[in-house]
């Protein structure tokens, strides 16, 4: 099937400083990605949804100025979370999915503690 | 975008056939109905999509009565390594392109 990986798998940053986490497919072209974030015990919550080469579409509530959002190629997509503090460390999910097929494919997770 | 609606929990024995229904009674015409499962710490793992009626592949079935407003996951015989959160998602395409929202999902306790 297809994967999507990102990276890093876990990082720690001090607050205040910026943190890039990668999302890419690997073995298939993205037209559209999406970054979900989640909190322990919590469900995924949608932040962003990018499409190759535009810009992206941030869901109500999420602050597009702190997290940038850049879909470059098909097969690469970025999150940027900026001026980091403690309340942003959560476990940070990105997915893609290929041309109008329903199907997400989802990366295995970055986990951002800021301290 | 249809809201669903899932048991917060269930529990289970190892063996059993566990059926974790779905209600999103504001499906669309469009929107497909999929499942997902979620370990601690990891990205969630496709399950099945469906339509309508009945789907299945080498882990579940999903059942889709004619109505659509709601679903069925069901997994045959569920082992101590199927414990994880499951999610029912439907996605659609609209005008912003297509998008798909978590609901609270399911947490399945298999028990020895």
């Known amino acids: 099937g297809a994967v999507v990986s990102q990276h890093p798998s876990r990082v720690i940053c001090k607050s205040g400083t910026s943190v890039k986490i990668e999302c890419r497919s690997l073995d298939f072209q993205a037209t559209t990605m999406f970054w979900y974030r989640q909190f322990p015990k919590q469900s995924l919550m949608l932040m962003a949804t990018?499409?190759?080469?535009?810009?992206?579409?941030?869901e109500q509530g999420v602050e597009k100025d702190k997290f940038l959002i850049n879909h470059a190629s098909l097969t690469l997509s970025t999150l940027t979370v900026t001026s980091a503090h403690p309340e942003d460390s959560s476990f940070y999910i990105c997915s893609a999915r290929e041309g109008q097929s329903y199907e997400q494919y989802f990366g295995p997770g970055t986990r951002l503690t800021v301290t | 975008l249809a809201k669903t609606t899932q048991p917060i929990s269930m529990d289970s024995y190892e063996g059993q056939e566990v059926n974790i229904t779905c209600s999103h009674n504001?499906?669309?015409?469009?929107?497909?109905i999929t499942w997902y499962q979620q370990f601690p710490s990891q990205g969630p793992r496709f399950i099945i999509q469906?339509?309508?009626t009945k789907v299945t592949n080498e882990v579940a079935s999903l059942f889709i009565p004619a109505d659509r407003k709601s679903s069925t996951l069901s997994l045959p015989r569920v082992s101590l390594s199927d414990t994880a959160v499951y999610y029912c998602?439907?996605?659609?395409?609209?005008?912003?392109?297509?998008?798909?929202?978590f609901g609270a999902g399911t947490r399945l306790f298999v028990k020895a």
């Open positions: 998602l439907v996605g659609e395409f609209h005008t912003g392109g297509f998008k798909t929202i």
């Open positions: 990018s499409n190759e080469g535009s810009k992206a579409t941030y």
């Open positions: 504001n499906i669309a015409t469009n929107d497909y």
């Open positions: 469906g339509y309508k």
